[in-house]
């Protein structure tokens, strides 16, 4: 029997595993040096507010492992020969496997700051870090959080609800406008100010001081300014976790490099999720890095069926995310450009409160549908995919918005508001909401 | 660029410690409770209205005092911080205290009600003001049951302020409580009528549709008739009906007393229900058992009362003897609700309750109501599993991208509240197309 292994637990390693199992009967070992059982990493942050157990984390309960011949090992790998494909483990025990997945997930950041270090420093990936972050914040009465990103949010949410003072040093001028367009990115800060947060915006750490018990006393920022603190939480991102590849024949650059097919440069060699930097195949591009939730999931379904030889390509399909801003849920669809790009026209709306707003992207000349922000109301995934797969134009997407509306039943509705200011902005526009409500019937039957 | 404002107009300075005002509130509720004790010394009898309002007064407005401040330390959001951390509602030392003391009492009402004689006329005024009689026991247990639904239905008015669809049921469950569970079967006995709960139905009322009570109802004349022909008209068509176009849910997360009290005094211990594939086969064990139970059982009495007793002896009374004690007082009283702090607030409507039972066959069989999962855009965070008070795998389903069509859904709509990610809807579309099961597991 073929030896199927796989390095890292998380969703892209067990979504490999679980859609193997089911085309195949291999063997299969998951190996983790995290946790043995898989758990939801998205969901680390609502344990620490005890939202939930570490148990309501997992996704599948204790016996399915042994139910579907997965087998877990919980060690840590620290070596890789491809040569007689076999892997060392540090409990001394080596592996030999005929196909071989790499899934070790990311790294925090750190960029090289003087203190970072320092005990009272962290970063937010793993469920140790969540051991950490308790440990850490035995004392803390105020926090820095160092980077304004997805992770970033978290931790401060986080440190929130244990009455922990949150002071933001972030780079971008608002919140997050690397990747948001300056009126959403507005959005959040104003959200984050509300919660009563602190920002310093536009502004870099440059120091972490340590205090005589030789923990973080205090961070200097390159304003020359010195804030105390018993905590930093480092969130500037993370990179692909490719320490124990780098000392393998597979070949790495800041990820593990595969091609579309998550293929390495050794055969049976393959890599999946974070960890991965997927080869530009065309002059100009350049390597994609997918550090989420929803690639890892598509990465893990697309290499299923290539290790069960049915080489498939992994296409991402239309781009697709979602997060939340304390209260505010955030979701995407389509290609949303921080900066209008050329060509691009932008359609914008908000509510007065500041917490729900739409930012749609369209192309200037036929005023096709390229993306959408929206924060405070939830769309129809299927609904916006059809829409940008189908390349339909704002107008009609304004026209039949309420199809994809899915705010839960007695909702305020917003679609009517939207369109009027659409039509007040563009003269001779006179769009009427046609599309009140989904029905299953009409999407199937491609009414809207 | 063009600089953008970002002040916003209000900011919240949230902290852990209690405000001056949840301490005035808890103060209040020590002396409220404080109150009862004395007041079951007998203390109380010759001025009954002077210590009920030391007794439910106090607690109540303390309860109020300490809700209110919640408004205004955080901005309204979903905010479950600190629930598995909380002594009350993680099942740890305070949930076993509550969950002992409740379990108690209601052993000694059902079994011991002499012990709560000196409570029972507290709400002496109460009754005659309402009922123009005496207070009993089930008086006294309405009366706590309602201050209950309605005080901790404020609390979820508050906590859910930012979910029009839990702002609706709650003042739900609210109004049916009051109106149709304390008020009118008051009402209709200081009119002479007999005492009937328009919002309970055979099974769930078995003895409604017992011959005994059928009988005695229609000596009442027209009012009668109305009450025997409201309950089957509930029980047999509307049932069938409502059920078809919303689901369960009409029924048991807005107009039962036993989903009213579940989903506002129980919304703190949701959280505690079993999630196990295991507790999910137990639960379709014993509740279709307990509905064969008192379908027997309600044939058996007919059988009996139609041949005067002279086919089955009194084999009749003896099933519906072990029923009511069985199911009636164990099941739905002792373990439903004193067992809240430990087994979560719906252990009755999922392991037992016949009513939902027939419901549940209804809606997985012929209705539209489904939980639509939003496309792929599940992160399986838990989230919606942990806080389903019906225990189902939500997740399981939704991270599958699939549709949750199951019997025990009651419809209270938290899973999709809960959700981080804008994953879950509640909706009631063409029946046909509800779900794909395509499942390994």
Known sequence: MKHLIIIGNGIAGITTARNVRKQSDMKITVIS????????????????????????????????????????????????????????????????????????????????WPGQDLPGVQGLYSKQDLELLEENLKETKHAVIVGGGLIGIELAEMLHTRGIKVTFVIREELYWDNILPKEDAALVSRHILEHGMELKLATNLKEILPGDNGRVRAIITDKGEEIECQFVGLTPGVSPNIRVVKNSNIETNRGVLVNDYLETNIPDVYASGDCVEIKAVNEGERNRFEQLWYTGKMHGEALANTICGNRTKYERGIWFNSAKFLDIEYQTYGFVSNVKRKGESV???????????????????????????????????????????????????LENLGAANFDPEFFKKYEQEIINKFNSENLGSDLILKTKTFRIKDFISNKF | MEQIQIQPLKIYQHNNNLEIVEKAGLTLIGLGILGFAVSLTGMGNNTPLLFFLLS????????????????????????????????????????????????????????????????????????????????????????????????????????????????????????????????IPALLLRLNQPEHYFTYFWPLHYYDLFPGSVDSLLKNGNIGYFMVFWGAIMTFIATPILSYFYGKRWY?????????????????????????????????WLIYSVLVFITLTTILVWLNFVYHGELLGNVSSVFSQVYGFLIGAMFSGVIGVGFYPILGNRVWCRFGC?????????????????????????????????YCEMGIDVRSYAQRGENIVRASCVGCGICSEVCPRGVLKLENDFTDVRTNFNILN
């Open chain 2, 56 to 183: 439910f007064g106090l607690t109540s407005i303390g309860a109020l005092t300490f809700i209110l401040p919640k408004l205004k330390t955080s901005p309204a959001g979903v905010k479950n911080n600190n629930i598995f951390f909380n002594t009350f509602t993680s099942r740890k030392t305070a949930a076993w205290i509550l969950g002992i003391f409740i379990t108690g009492f209601y052993i000694i009402l059902y079994w011991f009600p002499e012990t709560l004689t000196n409570w029972i006329k507290l709400v002496d005024p109460l009754s005659y003001w309402l009922r123009n009689q005496k207070a009993d026991r089930w008086f006294l247990y309405g009366t706590f049951y309602t201050f209950a639904v309605l005080i901790m239905g404020t609390r979820m008015l508050i906590k859910k302020r930012h979910n029009k669809y839990h702002i609706i049921r709650t003042l739900s469950v609210m109004f049916f409580q009051l109106g149709f569970a304390f008020l």
């Open chain 1, 347 to 397: 359609f914008y709306w908000v509510h007065p409160s500041n917490k729900k707003s739409m930012y749609i992207v369209f192309n200037s000349d036929n005023h096709k549908l390229i993306g959408i922000n929206v924060f405070g109301i939830r769309l129809r995934h299927k609904v916006f995919e059809r829409w940008i797969e189908q390349g339909k134009t704002v107008e009609y997407v």
């Open chain 2, 354 to 386: 016949p009513m939902a039972a027939i419901l549940g066959i209804l809606q997985k069989k012929k209705s539209k109501f489904r939980i639509t999962t939003n496309g792929d855009q599940c992160i399986s965070c838990g989230n919606c599993s942990t």
């Open chain 2, 252 to 284: 048991c997360s807005w107009v039962c007393g036993c989903g009213g009290l579940a989903e506002t005094a129980g919304d703190p211990f949701r959280q505690l229900s079993d999630k196990s594939v295991k507790a999910w086969k137990l639960e379709r």
């Open chain 1, 33 to 112: 040096s995290e946790t043995k059982y898989f758990f939801s990493r998205t969901a680390l942050m609502y344990i620490f507010m005890g939202h939930m157990k570490f148990e309501n984390t997992q996704p599948y309960e204790n016996w399915f492992w042994e139910k579907n011949k997965i087998d877990l090992v919980f060690d840590f790998v620290t070596s890789i020969d491809t040569d007689s494909k076999s892997i060392s483990l540090k409990s001394g025990k080596s592996l030999n496997y005929d196909k071989l997945v790499i899934a070790t997930g990311s790294v925090s950041n750190k960029f090289g």
